[in-house]
């Protein structure tokens, strides 16, 4: 159940930070400082804008997104979890699991000493206790816990992402570097696995890959803006990497016909064939950081 802007106030305020009903009457966190602007809803713990200051927006957001408690967010950082994509053994379960679907709880605020906005949002799916802190300034900061309950009577193994969706001017006019060296998992071609092209991706048709093996920090380079995005990450061993193109977008409801052109994914995430197993009373902490640079 979303709690009311009146109970979140009088905890949960600090300088730069006011909560606000938004679409679909849902309740997000506004940031707004001297460094950026900010958005997170509860539900789904999920960020929609993200814009440094004197700056374009950073992420993107579908113009045809619902709104609406039970569905998920099109665009800016949905978590995927507990598993990713398509649930194999249930299809009629929801895509990328229930942790962007479910309103998660505030549990703390604060300005950090560079003045820094974080927000710390916690949920419970299943056995796991997840906990997720947002840092908006003049970089956006992710970072989600994920504890295996010690009640739990043996260990278990999960998936996670969290999907970036990241704003460009022209998908025909972005390179992206850092994973000229991983293989990856080409789902667009039958999830055939694939050696590493040694060459920056450009894209030229629907795209949805799983880079393998890889920690590194990736960066798009945004021609027609003439600017770059920067994403590191850490205890990440998968980086995904997607563009709808034009038929699959058509097909989404939630997504514009044409919106795949300005938009492109960079997930940090842990996915099959390498996600993470937690004993009980474990834990995992995946980290990523969105940096813009003009």
Request: negative net charge.
């Amino acid at each position: 159940m979303q709690p009311s802007v009146d109970q979140l106030a009088p905890q949960f305020l600090v300088p730069g930070l006011r909560f606000a009903e938004g679409n679909g009457g849902l309740v997000k966190a506004i940031v707004h400082t001297d460094r950026c602007d900010g958005e997170i809803y509860l539900h789904g713990s999920h960020i929609t804008h993200f814009q440094p200051h004197n700056q374009l927006p950073v992420l993107w957001m579908s113009q045809k997104s619902e709104f609406a408690e039970g569905k998920a967010i099109r665009g800016g950082v949905p978590i995927c979890f507990p598993w990713f994509g398509a649930n194999a053994a249930d299809p009629t379960a929801p895509g990328h699991g229930y942790a962007r679907i479910r309103t998660w709880n505030l549990l703390a605020t604060e300005i950090n000493d560079d003045g820094d906005v974080a927000l710390t949002l916690g949920i419970t799916i299943g056995n796991f206790e997840l906990t997720y802190t947002a840092t908006f300034g003049r970089s956006l900061g992710m970072s989600l816990s994920v504890t295996l309950s010690d009640q739990s009577s043996e260990a278990v193994s999960f998936e996670e992402a969290l999907h970036t969706y990241l704003a460009i001017e022209d998908i025909h006019q972005v390179v992206i570097e850092g994973l000229e060296s991983a293989a990856y998992i080409d789902k667009v071609d039958g999830m055939k696995q694939k050696p590493a092209t040694d060459e920056s991706i450009r894209f030229n048709g629907e795209c949805d890959r799983v880079y393998l093996n890889t920690t590194e920090t990736c960066t798009l380079r945004d021609l027609a803006l003439a600017r770059s995005i920067q994403i590191s990450k850490t205890n990440s061993l998968c980086t995904v990497v997607w563009n709808p193109w034009i038929n699959k977008s058509a097909a989404m409801p939630d997504f514009g016909d044409h919106e795949w052109q300005s938009m492109a994914c960079i997930e940090t995430a842990n996915t099959a064939p390498l996600q993470p197993t937690l004993n009980p009373g474990d834990s995992h902490v995946m980290t990523a950081v969105v940096s813009l640079f003009p």
